[in-house]
């Protein structure tokens, strides 16, 4: 891999082609920034696509970066969404970033993908800039500003194009051999790798392409895989598949104690003892001051006051926040909703409280925040710790005032960010609310607050990420990153954020995140909004953001549609949580499981919720891909063995495939019957009064039959239905998803280019001559197919015999000969199917290429 690249500057390029333009927008005008100028613009004469401008560089270079300068207002021919492309040719070139502009003023920097798969840097000489969307959506595009950052460096770029024309070569002799090998050109293999010297796959795959598709060893082939899977050669694999959600209701005994119904409570987890903890919430009725723990381990509740204020704690509260520190096992309280009789000046004061566990006291740390530098009484804020540094976060929430004042401006306050050090008690105001009084001065930082919001501290990469919320009518979408060493606030983008709205939560659903350090996960659960107008709305969905991709993922959604049956105690139970807000939701990172308890459905004023679920969030193991391998595998040999031996298929049947089988699960049950169904198609006649037993192996599987001049009768409805996904269908059975590559259709393609017909027909002189040659020999007789071994008795050898058949014969003989070459030649191409399947589950690194050379070859 190539090291670290300096030197970045400023790099020239001229505009080599466009698609349109309109009026005096030209394009070169893209090459000066003049945001004060507003015909200083490219702008496209139709929004139609596709509308594009290639950037042609004085010579090859490493781009890193690209830089979109602005008018110095909002325009709404501003781009919305975008892609990158670039390459060392223009009909030649990838995609290096896909994103969008922000409506505004400010010039935006984008990094370039600019190196390979493999890491090397990655020559450019032309840059395509496509527009997707503007940020008014029937309006033509406009691009006011572009610079080009990187590398130019002469002997730089030259050591890097031969390093990257290389590994071109190096690629393309590795699709020959892959095209070689798949075809059985076994000379042609072994010369293009002796004059080469590149080896088209890790020894590891090289053998067991050879006792798989060559041998047939399936035993082998098992005992291999499960060494793979040991050394733990799938795990990559398994680690990028998808989570699958399964919600559980918590249950516990009628007898014992449990919280009751309530939304705005608080609840936080102690990861080292497994013990969650609740406090207070709004029943409908009245705010509760009682504190709970419930020990995951035993699944028991335990009330530890039933009213926290006559043991020094704090009053009855709700839209609160907590966090706990795991250093001291002591629980930090702060805020709480007011309404509007209560809001008088006596009574708005933001007590700031702690509990001990340990020695189960409560102690006031300060009667009101606002007096030592803090926040001053907030609701619907968020508050993190970072337990190294011994410092709590509070962002965001809505000040609460004495009710005249709020009646007399009509417009809410939010608070900014503070931080609050345990040790020495103090407080500091680091981010102003933009609409701060202060905020004006250049001295001074600003963020725009918001309530209802998610933020969540990562301690390893010591930042808190800030995302989500409402600020007055506006529904928040940025994604906001404050480092806390450095104390800088930066913005991110999600990779998928502009491809597709659907790709991310969507704003103005209640949201509850939760994170995972040492995955690099953010989790949210969206449910119901607390807008009536939006209720209708009835979903649930849960959403990952991976840090490491920058990308948000829809682990589940589904439309909750069971109504009242959900918090009627009268009613069976549904099978997740129903959509609602003023809801809590805490991770237990030791288990790797989320709890959420109570909130409000939304549909009775006074209608809280007491239910209590678990959700976890599996992957595949390796005892999942072990058992999909064997499925796999013992799949093709019982087709095989069908083929020949139906009674031996049918006792492998009840053996080997039984034992695979979840005879408990529908799914799994109703493939197993149709692998049972291969036993019993009907026969064919083949030549004179002989028949051949069909199954899935007699079928073409290209279209046309690949040229076969044999005619085949056309599948059943129940050989399609047998046929059509089954890859997808074995992946379900195994709780395991399909690799998803191009093996199904291209490979297939490829390795079929010769019909077996033409395998017939130009091996066909052979395999009479070794026939003829060994006739006088009982014994089994060999024909060469590729590089497979064909194995025939020696009745039928005999048979094809030429001096022991007459003319009447011949017709039927070669038939026979031919359909039984046509049918180990597709054998053949199964094997090579299952392989390419297999060796998608393996580090890429060790395998042959994914693609082959028919991907590249039109007529």
Not at 116 to 138: A, C, D, R, Y
Not at 548 to 577: A, D, I
């Amino acid at each position: 891999m190539a090291g670290p690249i300096s030197d970045i500057k400023k790099l020239e390029y001229d505009i080599h082609k466009y698609s349109s333009y309109s009026s005096s927008y030209l394009p070169e005008n893209i090459r000066e920034d003049n945001p004060s100028n507003q015909t200083s613009r490219w702008s496209s004469n139709t929004n139609t696509p596709p509308q594009f401008l290639i950037l042609k560089l004085d010579r090859p270079a490493i781009v890193t970066r690209i830089k979109f300068g602005k008018y110095e207002k909002t325009h709404v021919c501003n781009l919305r969404k975008f892609k990158v492309l670039g390459g060392l040719e223009e009909d030649r070139m990838m995609l290096l970033f896909e994103g969008g502009l922000k409506n505004d003023s400010v010039p935006e920097i984008f990094n370039l993908k600019h190196r390979t798969n493999s890491g090397e840097l990655l020559p450019i000489k032309f840059i395509q800039i496509v527009p997707l969307l503007s940020w008014g959506p029937s309006f033509n595009f406009c691009i006011w500003y572009v610079e080009l950052l990187g590398i130019e460096d002469s002997m730089f770029i030259l050591t890097n194009l031969r390093k990257y024309n290389m590994l071109r070569e190096v690629e393309i002799v590795r699709l020959f051999l892959k095209h070689c090998r798949q075809q059985g050109y076994v000379r042609a293999f072994g010369v293009l790798q002796e004059e080469t010297g590149v080896l088209l796959e890790d020894d590891k795959m090289t053998e067991l392409h050879e006792i798989l598709v060559n041998r047939g060893d399936f035993k082998k082939t098992e005992e291999m895989l499960m060494d793979f899977i040991t050394r733990g050669l799938m795990d990559d694999y398994l680690e990028r598949q998808e989570y699958k959600p399964l919600w559980n209701l918590q249950l516990t005994s009628e007898n014992e104690p449990r919280p009751g119904r309530r939304g705005g409570h608080q609840l936080i987890i102690d990861p080292q003892t497994s013990t969650i903890y609740l406090y207070g919430g709004w029943d409908g009725n009245e705010d509760l001051s009682d504190l709970w723990s419930y020990d995951v381990r035993s699944n028991r509740w335990t009330m530890i006051h039933e009213r926290s204020e006559l043991f020094d704690g704090p009053t009855p509260r709700a839209c609160h926040k907590m966090v706990y520190d795991t250093s001291s096992s002591q629980i930090f309280m702060l805020g709480r909703y007011l309404d509007s009789a209560s809001r008088t000046e006596e009574n708005i004061n933001s007590d700031f409280y702690l509990y001990n566990t340990v020695t189960k006291n409560w102690f006031m740390i300060c009667s009101d925040t606002s007096q030592v530098g803090g926040p001053q009484l907030v609701f619907d804020h968020q508050m993190c710790i970072d337990v190294e540094k011994q410092t709590i976060y509070v962002f965001g929430g809505r000040i609460l005032e004495p009710k005249n004042e709020e009646e007399t401006t009509g417009q809410y306050r939010y608070s900014g960010l503070f931080s609050y050090h345990i040790s020495t008690h103090t407080w500091t105001h680091i981010l102003v609310d933009c609409e701060h009084p202060s905020a004006s001065s250049p001295h001074v930082q600003s963020i725009r607050s918001r309530v209802t919001h998610s933020m969540l501290f990562h301690h390893k990469h010591r930042k808190l990420y800030i995302f989500g919320g409402q600020r007055g009518k506006e529904y928040m979408v940025d994604f906001l990153i404050y480092d806390v060493d450095s104390n800088e606030l930066s913005s991110m983008t999600p990779e998928n954020s502009n491809a597709d709205a659907k790709n991310v939560p969507q704003s103005g659903f209640t949201q509850r995140a939760t994170i995972d350090c040492q995955k690099d996960e953010i989790y949210v659960l969206t449910s119901l909004s607390k807008e009536k107008e939006r209720r209708d709305l009835n979903i649930n969905s849960f959403w990952l953001f991976s840090l490491t991709k920058k990308e948000w993922s829809c682990v589940y959604k589904s439309e909750h549609s069971n109504g009242e049956n959900c918090y009627q105690k009268n009613q069976s139970p549904c099978h997740e949580p129903c959509p609602r807000y003023a809801h809590q939701i805490v991770y237990d990172t030791t288990n790797q499981v989320h709890f959420l308890f109570g909130g409000n459905p939304g549909t009775n004023s006074n209608l809280r919720l007491d239910d209590f679920w678990v959700l976890r969030l599996e992957k595949p193991n390796r005892d999942n891909i072990l058992r999909y391998c064997k499925y796999l595998l013992r799949k093709q040999e019982y087709e095989e063995i069908t083929k020949n031996d139906p009674l031996s298929a049918i006792v492998y049947l009840q053996t080997k495939l039984y034992d695979i089988i979840d005879h408990g699960d529908p799914v799994q049950l109703k493939e197993f019957h149709k692998l049972a169904s291969l036993l019993f198609k009907s026969d064919i006649t083949a030549g004179e009064g002989e028949t051949e037993p069909i199954s899935l192996l007699t079928c073409s599987l290209v279209g046309g039959g690949g040229g076969s001049k044999h005619k085949q009768q056309p599948p059943s409805r129940d050989d399609e239905d047998c046929r059509k996904g089954e890859a997808n269908i074995a992946a379900k059975v195994m709780r395991v998803e399909s690799p998803k590559s191009v093996i199904d259709e291209a490979d297939t393609s490829s390795i079929s280019s010769m019909s077996s017909s033409d395998c017939s027909n130009s091996q066909a002189t052979t395999y009479t001559q070794k026939t003829n040659a060994e006739s006088s020999t009982r014994g089994t007789k060999v024909s060469k197919t590729g590089s497979s071994a064909i194995k025939i008795e020696s009745t039928t050898a005999s048979a094809f015999d030429s001096k022991q058949t007459t003319p009447s014969t011949s017709h039927a003989i070669a038939g026979t000969r031919n359909r039984i070459i046509d049918q180990q030649f597709e054998m053949k191409i199964r094997r090579c199917l299952l392989f390419n399947k297999l060796v998608d589950l393996m580090p890429e690194a060790l395998c042959q290429p994914k693609k082959n050379i028919s991907d590249y070859v039109l007529l």
